[in-house]
């Protein structure tokens, strides 16, 4: 088992910055192989990919939020932290930490997401 949990701030205001963290226990994020992804679900809609990091640190962003993400990593703490600027209401969703078999080619551990509501 590979437990992931984000935590962050539930509510931010119109143009600030989201910050998120997933602490993952049970393994190393450095494991070979493996990528740490965020993905995020809106409101009454599907699940959008973010981003993702490997095990090496490089990163790979969506093309249409690529410009406003940023996903970095703690190897100390174990953590993957998301950062979103200049969020606008249309960010308001559950956003989750997943982390991606390439093997298996699954989203194999999720977190339990946590809700995040841009409003002024």
């Known amino acids: 088992q590979v437990p992931l949990q984000e935590s962050g701030p539930g509510l931010v205001k119109p143009s600030q910055t989201l910050s998120l963290t997933c602490t993952v226990s049970?393994?190393?994020?450095?494991?070979?192989?493996?990528?740490w992804s965020w993905i995020r679900q809106p409101p009454g809609k599907g699940l959008e990919w973010i981003g993702r990091?490997?095990?090496?640190?490089?990163?790979y962003y969506s093309p249409s939020l690529k410009s406003r993400t940023s996903i970095s990593r703690d190897t100390s703490k174990n953590h993957i932290t998301l950062q979103l600027s200049s969020v606008t209401p249309e960010d308001t969703a559950v956003y989750y930490c997943?982390?991606?078999?390439?093997?298996?080619?699954?989203?194999?551990?999720w977190g339990q997401g946590t809700q995040v509501t841009v409003s002024s």
């Open positions: 049970g393994g190393s994020i450095t494991t070979n192989s493996y990528y």
């Open positions: 990091i490997r095990y090496s640190g490089s990163t």
């Open positions: 997943a982390r991606y078999h390439p093997g298996r080619a699954v989203y194999d551990y």
